[in-house]
């Protein structure tokens, strides 16, 4: 799909690779984002005066259901999907800093949320025009690390639900696409992996991938990672668990 005068959706556009993403498509196509009401919302929405802002707090299942009745009522077609947001809480779970109640929310705003926005925005993504939903997803949603189990299992879940996804949208006009990417320097990952790729190089790479056929967009690393996986698994676990 060639990515020029659509209308694009993008969730958690105000840092990192969702704000880069902004950035490189926003000139000559159409963006809304859909973000948590904030100060970085509001200079995200002051400096790019044509984005059309949409509040919601992603682990919030009531506001995700306004933010899409407000796109279904603008009754604007969305050619494109990206499922950006996410969280990544790292304590383990033997830590006294590990807090439980953190559990639901990182599932909500990387999973669930996901799942309902998809489903609630069908009646804009099912069209004659070819559509694409983008679901971001990482490394760690192939091969898990030690840390982070709960994002890991968000971003499992987000690659089997992508790819079922795929198969009950084959004969419509909604492409679904993964996008997996190695350690990237934003906020996400402030102080800890090294040998990261910069937030533009993965916007880029993402927006070339759209452009092309394919369920997966493997970025960098990720790349090696499945080559290893599907040569020695046992290989790639150990890798990964000391990640
Ligand atoms: N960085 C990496 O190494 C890496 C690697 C693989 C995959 N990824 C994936 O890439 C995507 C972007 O991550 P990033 O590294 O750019 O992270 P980031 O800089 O922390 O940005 C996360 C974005 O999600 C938004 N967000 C968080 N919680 C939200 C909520 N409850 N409701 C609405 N929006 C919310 C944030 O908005 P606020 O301004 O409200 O916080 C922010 O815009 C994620 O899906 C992540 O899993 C990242």
Do not use: W
């Not at 383990?92 to 609630?120: A, G, K, P, Q």
């Amino acid at each position: 799909m060639s990515i020029v005068g659509k209308h694009i959706v993008i969730t958690g556009g105000t840092s990192g690779i969702g704000l880069e993403l902004v950035k490189q498509l926003y000139d000559g196509n159409e963006i809304s984002v859909i973000g948590r009401p904030s100060p970085r919302l509001q200079d995200l929405s002051a400096r790019f005066e044509r984005l059309t802002i949409i509040e919601a707090d992603l682990a919030d299942q009531q506001a995700v259901e306004m933010a899409a009745d407000q796109l279904i009522k603008s009754g604007k077609r969305i050619d494109v999907l990206i499922n950006n947001a996410a969280v990544q809480f790292t304590p383990h779970f033997l830590s006294d800093d590990f807090r439980y109640e953190t559990i639901r929310r990182e599932i909500d705003v990387n999973l669930t949320s996901i799942c309902t926005l998809i489903y609630l925005l069908m009646p804009s993504l099912l069209q004659k025009e070819p559509t694409l939903i983008l679901n971001i997803n990482s490394g760690l949603g192939l091969v898990p690390k030690t840390s982070s189990a709960i994002y890991c299992a968000t971003k499992g879940g987000l690659n089997l639900f992508s790819q079922s996804l795929r198969h009950q949208l084959e004969d419509t006009n909604i492409d679904v696409k993964q996008a997996f990417l190695p350690l990237v320097d934003t906020a996400m990952t402030q102080g800890r992996g090294s040998a990261k790729i910069s937030p533009q190089e993965a916007a880029a790479a993402i927006i070339r991938g759209m452009a092309k056929k394919g369920a997966t967009i493997d970025i960098g690393k990720v790349k090696l990672l499945r080559l290893i996986q599907r040569l020695s698994p046992s290989l790639a676990q150990r890798i990964m668990k000391a990640s």
